[in-house]
């Protein structure tokens, strides 16, 4: 199986911050990367499929980047409602192998 | 408009088999290139991914799990079920199923419509 990993696990950012976060995967995967955000209680919302493309309705200050093993996520203007834990999730191969997940918070 | 639901039950003891069905709607699993996988995570835990069924009946399971794991459909219900046999207190987590569109290789391609969830804990 595919290995993900995720940095940092954790974050603490003020409002109007550039938060990034980067995703590894253990071998060459391509584009073949999305990206989740999952508040607490409530199941995970796509937010970039293929590394980059933006889910329609999804605010543009998120954004994704990458391709072969390296990826990023970067909000632009952190916002209180972006307050939540973000996963990054390889397709390339089965099984469809989530990251170890980060979560962010409001400094 | 696209829902799931999951269903099952909250509590089961331990070795017990665990069934959860997934009903869903505005979408029909007998559609060419679509999917319904089960998801699930324990508290405070990442996601992982258990199965999935696709339209042509095509059937995946998780690495580690697949011994334990059985995905079948019924497309005139609109419902895809999940067991799982031997359940332990690990297996205590949020189970999730979800939609995907299965790309030009027959992968599920990103998990678009999510159910919201069923918690079940595995107790004696």
């Known amino acids: 199986d595919i290995q993900m990993t995720q940095s940092p696990s954790s974050l603490s950012a003020s409002v109007g911050d550039r938060v990034t976060i980067t995703c590894q995967a253990s071998?060459?995967?391509?584009?073949?990367l999305n990206w989740y955000q999952q508040k607490p209680g409530k199941a995970p919302k796509l937010l970039i499929y293929?590394?980059?493309n933006l889910e329609t309705g999804v605010p543009s200050r998120f954004s994704g980047s990458g391709s072969g093993t390296d990826f990023t996520f970067t909000i632009s203007s952190l916002q209180p409602e972006d307050i939540a834990t973000y996963y990054c999730?390889?397709?390339?191969?089965?099984?469809?192998?989530f990251g170890p997940g980060t979560k962010v918070d409001i400094k | 408009q696209v829902t799931l639901r999951e269903s099952g039950p909250a509590l089961v003891k331990p070795t017990q088999t665990l069934t959860l069905t997934c009903t869903f709607s505005?979408?029909?699993?007998?559609?060419?290139?679509?999917?319904v996988s089960w998801i699930r995570q324990p508290p405070g835990k990442a996601l992982e991914w258990l199965a999935l069924?696709?339209?042509?009946?095509?059937?995946y399971y998780s690495t580690s799990l697949k011994t334990r794991l059985t995905i079948s459909k019924d497309t005139s219900k609109n419902q895809v079920v999940l067991t799982m046999t031997n359940m332990d207190p690990v297996d205590t987590a949020t189970y999730y199923c979800?939609?995907?569109?299965?790309?030009?290789?027959?992968?599920?391609?990103?998990?678009?419509?999510w159910g919201q969830g069923t918690l079940v804990t595995v107790s004696s």
């Open positions: 979800a939609r995907a569109p299965v790309d030009s290789s027959g992968l599920p391609y990103y998990f678009d419509y």
């Open positions: 293929d590394a980059s």
């Open positions: 999730q390889q397709y390339d191969n089965l099984p469809p192998i």
């Open positions: 069924i696709d339209w042509d009946d095509d059937k």
């Open positions: 071998q060459d995967i391509s584009n073949y």
């Open positions: 505005g979408f029909s699993l007998s559609t060419s290139g679509m999917c």
